[in-house]
């Protein structure tokens, strides 16, 4: 039988790559089974490595600039995946949405003014609000039996009093894919009260069967009041080439970010991260589809197993992104306490609750974008602390 391409075993060890060799320095030890940082252990799409070998063949590797054909990837992806129209003039360059959402933060706020997020979320969402000295709103998630929903009294309480709301969709760490009855509402209060949104849809192409991910901007006249970050960096397992696109149709607000964006020369790009995401948008899809089952599998797996072989633990339904959010709060132990089971006992790194804010406390997320002959290790590692703490 031929081998699933995403069953190899690849090994990523002194290459440089953060999620291995970063081990030793984040926990202590480099023996250990990473599934921690959102990047995957899968090799890309041919189309991208072509692509990509084709472009070294010219020795040459000045500044770069965008032809049509970038824009026209970006467009026409967004039209074919998300029924999305999008302008050429309306998308702006960066070299990552972390980076995007500071430009956010620094060009449509002032220091001291108000944002929200809704925990938790990405360590970075906190960190471009306080780093730049604006204040921080939040907007806990509700938690009903491992389903999170939006706590709407409290998000538009805080919304009234935001410069800048800062969305996350479909979200990480909790794997929710919105739907379009919540994707409205909100939408819906951000123009009634007038609050611009950065949309982070960075994992907008993994989403599983049963739902789908509805760009906010997509949505009524929403696109007036959004900035839509996307990028192929997690789909097509890119983030290394540091290549992605805010799009933004409101002129004032586009203006304004893309002000500050020209000013840091931020907007010139990485040679091969331009031919990457058009190979990746433009002949790729198939082999984005073959992850999306591989995924999938690896999905239902986890679920299943953390369902039936772990006591105490349980797991959001996993409705996009290759992300587990799990919670160990039965257990009883403390978060340092967790993490030092995980490391010395079970040889696993994940990504401690807390990085997603003080409401991760007890949690746990685990990236299974890896081959399943690992993520099966790992879980029957967890099986044995199971035994022990569950
Ligand atoms: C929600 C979200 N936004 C942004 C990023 C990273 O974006 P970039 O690498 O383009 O800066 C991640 C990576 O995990 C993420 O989960």
Redesign the pocket.
Known sequence: MKQNRFDEIIDRRNSGCYKYDGLKMLYGKSELIPLW???MDFAVSDKIISALSERLKHPVFGYNLRLDDFYEAIISWQERRFDWNVQQDWIIA????????SLAVLSLTEPGERILIQTP??R??YDAVLDHKRKLLTSALVNTNGIYSIDWQDFEEKLKQAKLFIF?SP??PVSRVWTKEELTKIGNLCAKYKVPVFS?E??ADIVYPGYKHLPLASLNDFSEICLT?V?P??SFNI?GL?T?VVIVSNLEIRNKFNELNTKLHLYLGNTFGIRALIAAYSESENWLDELLCYLNKNRIYITEFVQNELPGVKISPIEG?F?AWLDFRNWGLTEAKLQEIMVNKAGLALEPGTEFGKDGEGFMRLNFGCPKSILEIALKRLQVLAREYG
């Open positions: 940082v959102a990047d960066v070299p990552g949405l972390v980076p995007a959402i979320v990405y970075p969402f996350c979200h990480n982070d960075i994992h970050g990028s960096s997690k983030a540091a992605a992104t992300l």
